[in-house]
């Protein structure tokens, strides 16, 4: 009963933990291979097809890129995916597969939209029943889980490549990077997650909103759609963008507790596994170990206090006289206890807990909870990893190359107190390097801060506040971490879908997303130019725990330190006036 | 060449002077980090003044004047610390500045033209390529090379080392500076240094560090660092906003005020290394000065950190220069007595180091009495390159000794033969890395004298230092493999160039560095400038060649090899100490936050004081004891900034686990304490 956890809580997150990793470590090493452009066991099936893709779209596979040729391609890639959904959305209307005749949407929420999905974000400030068309979703949304999620992957495959080239300019080409993260592991993972999500009754139709009868004689509507499609990918891709309004804690997107460990899974599964593959790719496993265990071991313990803090629940109730003790005895007096507000009983505390968690950890963003019902403290936490820089698995490949900026400035402190000009992984860090980290880590924090503070002062920013004092601070400052970080997930309570909100943060996705994407890609360009020092007994080793440690002192010291005074006049001070009554 | 002690004092006096007037903002806004605290200090002094003027004025923030007055105050003075430790820094080497400078002032020149005419000029109008007659007392007018002609010079102005050297024409001694004094004969010399550029000025320049310029590690720490300063700028900055949206919600209490603010943002930004960081650089060249190092450019100080090779000169570094007599082998049908008097006979006008160690063993070990050369009435026959053998004729008795195949051919000439068992011995010797000399008496061998290259006794120890550090040293050795390789073990280098030319340590360079090793090395002749050129730390001797100083970065005014261990060393302690300092400034900003934290809301969320962790007596003293410690700790860290962070030869693991300790578990435990104690003093005051 450590920290109020329950021993079913215990279990459940080591349990998660132990799948997490048994998953990860050999997918990381398949990914490798599909990165590397080496033969795979699916190679056998996607080969042609594969050819057949860079012929029609004139893509020389050998053709290897520069860094700026390779930021280039991605910016026309994700420009191009923008425009498409983009037009899209504002004409849904005229377009099929729009059986409950959805209008098109308005200009500001189709931006926010588009550009929601297009930075891997997610963000909704739509409800997604009463607002888009299957096609929309299918063909619009679904696609941009898809690619954004490969072009995350393809700017991390840049960065190994810029570490471990020996001065060239070349770090692989996007176009083929794109089309083999697609056909070789999105799809087919994708794949597997949808069946094993139809098995629990996850809906997958075509057919137009059902009409139910309810036994007082009303009538209801209930939506349904093509949805177990869109749930595998969103899950997978870090996107969380839900095909309903609620997310995951809709039962046709998560209906038993299964379908939740899967999705849950689905969640960290790749940006796990990219740390394997990171240790893989350049030739040292431990250094990729190391980058899990630093994530893992800020992961573990944020997780841990969020289902104690969530167990712990309301002191008020408690004094009030509400039996708020977990009790498993029986199915009459059963109960999950603690804070149960917003909170599925299919998932109870622990289930949601570690579902907030992980889900602001990565860069998912989808919900099983209402995250705006969480205590205040317990609220603090999916808020503070999400201002870490979403680096903590983050979104995938997002959070990895997102990891190594940080490692980057780590080793730049740390390399210079054993008296040495840092370098990492051999490779010498220099000015170039450290200007583009920094601008990489300053970014999304400005654009936290900044566009908080013009929210909470303008009539625009605070008419879409719902709650008093600092809880609606603390909505307002988590709808713009989680937009400058690409996160996606909602704290709720803030009506955001006003042109001011859909604008700004609508801006912040843009620039989280490609104000750290471009900087990674200049700094893969400059190492790779350099030449690798070989390590000796005065090297900086990068894999020991030592390191780990500093790492994430860095990483907590960063975010606590940009983020205290804002957190204080949030969640802070709402936890102490809970507790002090 | 320190500075004697009694400028102590004036330098202090000078630093204190300069702090003040590198207030000038065009000064403060080469630093980003202090800029900032600079325009803090504007600030608040303009709301203090404001508040006087017009009393209970908005922008006071209702905070009353003492308290405002208190932190421009102290703000001011933070600037005016950082200022110090830099001019501070600066002072130390102005002494030696000062006196180069008295070097530098103009000469006349004897200039010769094209026709052998010499015309009396300036000796600022010369230019590269020009010829100078110096004679005797004069002082020479430029940097240049000898061409003709040898003198004694005397280089103490630069050197600081006053026992005259020899400068000639054709050899690896060359080249003269300007500035220093010819004490006899005469030299013609080209210039090879336009003014301003001379050797000289960039020994000044270096010194005065007015020129000096950031190296690539420093920018890109100071890139870091304002990086971090816009993190924290814009964190204070959206918190008024913050602080007015909470206050119009929780309807009690007041907006935080813009001292407050300021105060926080100058607490958070990292002042300590900020104010710091030149003073680092500054001593760090100056540690190399005092070392009696030159280097050309900052560049090469911190590349001395990352250096990795080492090419290290048998002699003179790894042995001492000359070669000591260990042991005498008989011939057969020799007595080891007739063998010593007679090696020590052939040694007695013997004045080198060798033969005096012969003279020494045969002394030492053998109990011979006391003689010398005059009192024997005896003819020398001194060493020469032709026949390679010294020896003496004393009463009718012919005694030689030298190499054993030069031996071997005078004693064919009289008839004699060596013995195999000697030819043997002269083999084993050589396999061991020794020198074998023969010595023979009219037409018979004696026997053989082991002569050793003596490795210096600290070597092992330093390059066992070295290697602890990651760093290869290798040596190189005119002498064949054989030799090289009994040598190489004996003094534990991990590798080592034989019968090394010009050629082969380019070569050996370049493969270091296409496997990416950072290599170092040592060089005095003009042969060495190739090698020296490709390095990426090169030292050169001050003794050697104007083409081996121009080709190396560094100048090693005590033209000492061993030099090199010494520099690698500072190259890494100036780094260390960056990182070091880096470390604690951040750390502590933890401790910062909760003092102040609480105290800038205490009107809003009084529920806040939980955070008060240490306790400190009210709002206004938690900040004033933030904001105090915040400058103390600057001038707390200046002797750590002058002297260096202490250097210990160590892996990097062991030295990143003993820094983190300090600088980081330090660096957050400390202003914990530091804020209380000031925050106790003011109470006891009856300041707050």
Known sequence: ?581 | MSAPSQTHKTDFRLAVLQAIQRLDPRYQARNPVMFLVWVGSIITTLILAIMLAVPGTVIGGGQPVWFVGLIAFWLWFTVLFANFAESLAEGRGKAQADSLKMARRDVEARKLDKSGKLTTVAASTLRKGDTVRVEAGDIVPADGQVIEGIASVDESAITGESAPVIRESGGDRDAVTGGTRVLSDWVIVRVTADPGESFLDKMIGLVESAKRQKTPNEIALSILLAALTLVFLMACATLLPFSLFSVAKAGSGTVISITVLIALLVCLIPTTIGGLLSAIGISGMQRLIKANVIATSGRAVEAAGDVNVLLLDKTGTITFGNRQAVEFFPAPNVSLQQLAEAAELSSLADETPEGRSIVALARGQYGLPERSAADLKAEFIPFSAEQRVSGIVINERHILKGAGDAIAGLINLKGGLVPAEVTTVVEDIAKKGGTPLMVAEGPKVLGVIYLKDIVKPDIKVRLAELRKMGIKSVMITGDNPLTAAAIASEAGVDDFVAEATPETKLRYIRKMQEGGEMVAMVGDGTNDAPALAQSDVAVAMNSGTQAAKEAGNMVDLDSDPTKLIEIVEIGKQLLMTRGALTTFSISNDLAKYFAIIPAAFATTYPALGVLNVMGLSSPQSAILSAVIFNALIIIALIPLALKGVKYRAESASHMLTRHALIYGLGGIVAPFIGIKLIDMGLTVVGLV
């Not at chain 1, 080591?14 to 190679?43: C, K």
């Not at chain 1, 592991?185 to 057919?207: K, N, R, Y």
Request: aromatic fraction near 10%; include cysteine; hydrophobic fraction near 50%.
């Open chain 1, 1 to 581: 009963m450590f920290l109020g956890i329950t021993s079913a809580g215990w279990l459940q997150l080591v349990l998660y933990m132990a799948a997490l990793t048994a998953l990860a470590v050999p997918l990381g090493g398949y990914v490798a291979r599909v990165l590397s452009g080496q033969r795979n066991w699916l190679s056998p099936v996607f080969t042609r097809v594969e050819g057949l893709i860079y012929a029609m779209g004139d893509v020389r596979p050998d053709q290897d890129m520069t860094w700026k040729d390779y930021a280039a391609a991605v910016i026309l890639f994700s420009f191009g995916g923008f425009i498409l959904l983009f037009g899209l959305l504002l004409t849904q209307g005229v377009l099929p597969l729009n059986p409950q005749h959805l209008p098109n949407l308005t200009p500001d929420l189709a931006f926010n939209t588009a550009v929601s999905f297009v930075t891997n974000t997610n963000w909704q400030s739509y409800a997604g029943e009463t607002t888009l068309s299957y096609f929309s979703q299918m063909v619009g949304l679904t696609v941009q889980n898809f690619v954004s999620a490969a072009v995350g992957i393809a700017v991390l495959a840049a960065l190994i490549r810029g570490l471990t080239g020996q001065t060239t300019d070349k770090l692989g080409n996007f176009w083929v990077d794109l089309v083999r993260i697609n056909l070789y592991i999105l799809l087919p993972l994708a794949l597997i997650v949808a069946v094993a999500l139809s098995s629990q009754g996850v809906i997958q139709t075509f057919a137009s909103y059902v009409t139910a009868h309810t036994l007082e004689g009303a009538s209801q509507t209930i939506a349904v759609g093509p949805v177990a499609s869109q749930e595998a990918i969103k899950m997978l891709g870090t996107n969380g963008g839900g095909f309903f309004n609620t997310n995951s804690a809709h039962p046709f997107e998560n209906p038993t507790p299964l379908s939740n460990l899967i999705e849950m899974l689905s969640i960290l599964l790749i940006p796990a596994a990219l740390c394997f593959t990171f240790g893989k790719m350049i030739g040292d496993r431990r250094q990729g170990i190391a980058i899990f265990a630093a994530m893992t071991l800020v992961f573990v313990p944020l997780t841990a206090a969020c289902i104690g803090l969530e167990q712990a629940g309301n002191p008020h109730l408690v004094a009030a006289g509400a039996d708020t003790a977990p009790n498993m005895e029986g199915p009459a007096t059963a109960q999950a206890g603690g804070n149960m507000e917003g909170k599925d009983t299919r998932f109870g505390i622990a289930n949601s807990a570690i579902w907030a968690t992980a889900t602001t950890a990565a860069s998912n963003g989808s919900v099983n909870a209402m995250h705006d019902s969480f205590t205040p403290l317990g609220g603090l936490i999916p808020m503070i990893l999400m201002q870490f820089g979403e680096v903590i698995y983050g979104g995938v490949g997002s959070g990895l190359y997102g990891m190594l900026v940080f490692v980057i400035l780590t080793v730049f402190i740390a390399g210079l107190m054993v008296g040495r000009t840092p370098e990492y992984l051999g490779k010498k860090i220099g000015a170039f390097e450290i200007k583009m980290a920094s601008m990489a880590v300053l970014l999304p924090c400005a654009l936290v801060l900044i566009c908080t503070a013009v929210a909470v002062l303008t009539p625009w920013g605070q008419a879409g506040i719902y709650n008093p004092g600092a809880q609606g601070f603390s909505e307002v400052l988590y709808a713009f971490t989680s937009a400058a970080n690409n996160n996606g997930s909602a704290f709720a309570g803030l009506s955001a879908n006003t042109p001011f909100y859909n604008s700004l943060l609508g801006l912040c996705m843009l620039f989280g997303r490609f104000f750290v994407l471009l900087p990674v890609l200049a700094i893969a360009g400059s190492l790779a130019a350099k030449r690798t020092v070989p390590a000796s007994a005065g090297t900086l080793p990068t894999h020991t725990p030592l390191f780990v440690v500093f790492l994430i002192g860095v990483i907590v010291l960063v975010g606590v330190l940009t983020y205290a005074p804002a957190l204080v006049l949030g969640p802070v001070i709402e936890h102490l006036n809970l507790i002090k009554g």
